[in-house]
């Protein structure tokens, strides 16, 4: 099956077991806008769990808030998010589709390093005793490739960072980039578009004040930073970390949740002395990379990515990227972002923001290390890691989720072996004793062999069935997803067998301990 076909899976099963659905789907949907189901929304809130503890439990010095959408229209003016937040845009002008610019040349590369790594693999196959490394350096078809996979890189990164449009469009002439939907090379120039969502405050438009669905979360702990430093009396280096909803007009809205219009993000600006921003710009590469691996997905999925286009706010910034069904993508980025948004916050609020260091004697304005993952990236990053497809004796497949434990969205289902003679009681009370803590599920519907499957499409990591032997001496069966293992426990075992296993402490333990 290939990579393409796996994730139409991915999607078709996320929507038949409640996961994630298109929004407003009896009305053919609103493109890149999707509902959490059910059972998503366990899960997202299991991961928002995992990272606000990471953040706050892990750490003494940093606090969470909760800003409001809505902010005053200044604060963008301020950000730099009025004048360049912008993606640059070409259209097809016969199949009239629209795409970005510096989109369609990184594909292009993409597919230049695929040519690269046939070379490598059809030649591991000719030779014995292949030396990767040795190959790659003086193929000459291999080089040639390379050199102008690097000449292409470098032309884009220049015409991104002057702003050059016209730059962009001349890369896609010479590299002759054909619209994939007409196949024509008939491309209008470039524009720059701006991505914030406007609405009106006020009931009369008349009197409306135009203002924006926030694009990130960020401005809303740049604006709180005063408040939050002297109310909770903060010592510079802290954070302050947040949840919540942004909103970005994509054009190119591709791949099920990875590029939304309405998404979520998790955010944290850590506030340092300046001077100190590339130690905890690496401090922070690091911690957040060990806050991805301890999922225990694979260490080769992750790759960092260094960003040749700094925003206009950043001297320093890079991607975590997650290897996705579609090849390695952003999931999370970690930006040195100097003290610029205090500063224009400062200049355009009249206010002074700046933060004194009683032991030198003096005051600043601080430094900015943030982190900023997007949550429904993440969810995806959690769905690809975790399904997988089985093939079943008798030619058939099925979908099992195994995922982490501590963000399965239901933790354990107890099934009365049948329903009667007092076995489905007997199963009521066992949920009575575990669902103050846990997300259980009762299930006495079909035959046993069909409520475990449909536990582990649902990636459910515990199944507990309650037969006749558990009226005599109060054993069940506990069955685990992964190995598929049974074993005979004691009903009043079951709390804390379960509790180790989905417990967030096993993932700090790795995070905590990783040197
Ligand atoms: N405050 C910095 C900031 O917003 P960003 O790289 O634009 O930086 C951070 O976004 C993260 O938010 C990304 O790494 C991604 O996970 C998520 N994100 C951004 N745009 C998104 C979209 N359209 N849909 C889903 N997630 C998105």
């Known amino acids: 099956m290939t990579q393409e076909e796996l994730f139409k899976k991915l999607v078709a099963h996320c929507k038949e077991y409640g996961f994630i659905f298109p929004s407003s789907e009896i009305y053919d949907g609103l493109a890149a806008v999707y509902d959490y189901g059910q059972l998503g929304v366990e899960l997202k809130n299991n991961i928002k769990h995992y990272w606000w503890d990471a953040m706050i439990k892990l750490h003494h010095n940093i606090v969470g808030i909760d800003a409001a959408i809505f902010m005053h229209p200044r604060v963008w003016e301020a950000s730099g998010h009025v004048g360049a937040f912008n993606d640059p845009l070409i259209d097809n002008k016969d199949s009239k589709k629209r795409y970005r610019a510096d989109v369609l040349i990184e594909e292009w590369m993409a597919k230049q390093g695929e040519k690269i790594n046939k070379e490598v693999e059809k030649a591991r196959k000719r030779f014995e005793n292949f030396d990767?490394?040795?190959?790659?350096?003086?193929?000459?078809?291999?080089?040639?490739?390379?050199?102008?996979?690097?000449?292409?890189?470098?032309?884009?990164?220049?015409?991104?960072?002057?702003?050059?449009?016209?730059?962009?469009?001349?890369?896609?002439?010479?590299?002759?980039?054909?619209?994939?939907?007409?196949?024509?090379?008939?491309?209008?120039?470039?524009?720059?578009?701006?991505?914030?969502?406007?609405?009106?405050?006020?009931?009369?438009?008349?009197?409306?004040?135009?203002?924006?669905?926030?694009?990130?979360?960020?401005?809303?702990?740049?604006?709180?930073?005063?408040?939050?430093?002297?109310?909770?009396?903060?010592?510079?280096?802290?954070?302050?970390?947040?949840?919540?909803?942004?909103?970005?007009?994509e054009i190119v809205a591709r791949q099920f949740i990875f590029r939304m219009r309405e998404f979520e993000q998790m955010e944290m600006?850590?506030?340092?002395?300046?001077?100190?921003?590339?130690?905890?710009?690496?401090?922070?590469?690091?911690?957040?990379?060990?806050?991805?691996?301890?999922?225990?997905?694979?260490?080769?999925?992750?790759?960092?990515?260094?960003?040749?286009?700094?925003?206009?706010?950043?001297?320093?910034?890079?991607?975590?990227?997650?290897?996705?069904?579609?090849?390695?993508?952003?999931?999370?980025?970690?930006?040195?972002?100097?003290?610029?948004?205090?500063?224009?916050?400062?200049?355009?609020?009249?206010?002074?923001?700046?933060?004194?260091?009683?032991?030198?004697?003096?005051?600043?304005?601080?430094?900015?290390?943030?982190?900023?993952?997007?949550?429904?990236?993440?969810?995806?990053?959690?769905?690809?890691?975790?399904?997988?497809?089985?093939?079943?004796e008798n030619g058939e497949s099925r979908i099992v989720m195994s995922f982490p434990p501590a963000l399965a969205p239901v933790k354990a289902a107890v099934l009365p072996l049948i329903k009667k003679d007092g076995l489905p009681e007997m199963a009521d009370k066992i949920v009575d004793k575990l669902k103050f803590d846990f997300n259980v599920q009762y299930d006495e519907k079909d035959s046993i062999g069909r409520r475990y499957r449909r536990q582990d499409a649902i990636g459910t990591p515990f199944c507990i069935t309650v037969d006749y032997q558990t009226l005599e001496d109060g054993t069940v069966t506990l069955r685990h997803r992964d190995s598929m293992e049974q074993e005979r426990v004691k009903i009043d075992d079951l709390h804390s067998i379960i509790s180790r296993e989905v417990g967030f402490a096993k993932l700090f333990e790795k995070i905590v301990n990783k040197d």
């Not at 009931?203 to 924006?212: H, P």
């Not at 224009?344 to 609020?349: P, T």
Request: charged residues 25%.
């Open 269 to 392: 600006q850590f506030f340092i002395e300046p001077g100190t921003e590339m130690k905890w710009f690496k401090h922070w590469k690091e911690f957040r990379m060990s806050w991805h691996k301890a999922l225990g997905f694979g260490d080769g999925h992750y790759q960092f990515h260094d960003h040749d286009k700094l925003a206009h706010y950043a001297n320093a910034a890079t991607d975590i990227e997650y290897e996705f069904p579609f090849g390695f993508k952003e999931v999370e980025g970690i930006h040195s972002r100097t003290n610029y948004d205090l500063s224009r916050h400062g200049e355009y609020s009249g206010r002074k923001i700046t933060y004194f260091d009683t032991e030198k004697g003096e005051s600043y304005v601080p430094y900015v290390i943030e982190t900023s993952i997007g949550v429904d990236r993440m969810v995806l990053q959690v769905i690809s890691a975790s399904l997988k497809e089985e093939q079943l």
């Open 132 to 249: 990767e490394v040795m190959f790659r350096q003086t193929n000459p078809r291999v080089l040639e490739y390379q050199a102008k996979l690097d000449e292409v890189h470098k032309r884009m990164a220049d015409a991104l960072n002057a702003n050059d449009l016209e730059g962009l469009r001349q890369i896609i002439i010479d590299l002759e980039i054909a619209c994939p939907i007409s196949g024509t090379r008939n491309w209008t120039e470039v524009r720059q578009f701006n991505l914030m969502f406007e609405t009106k405050i006020g009931s009369v438009a008349e009197g409306a004040n135009k203002i924006y669905l926030r694009p990130e979360t960020a401005q809303g702990i740049f604006v709180n930073f005063l408040n939050v430093q002297k109310s909770g009396r903060m010592k510079i280096p802290f954070g302050i970390a947040q949840i919540g909803k942004a909103f970005r007009n």
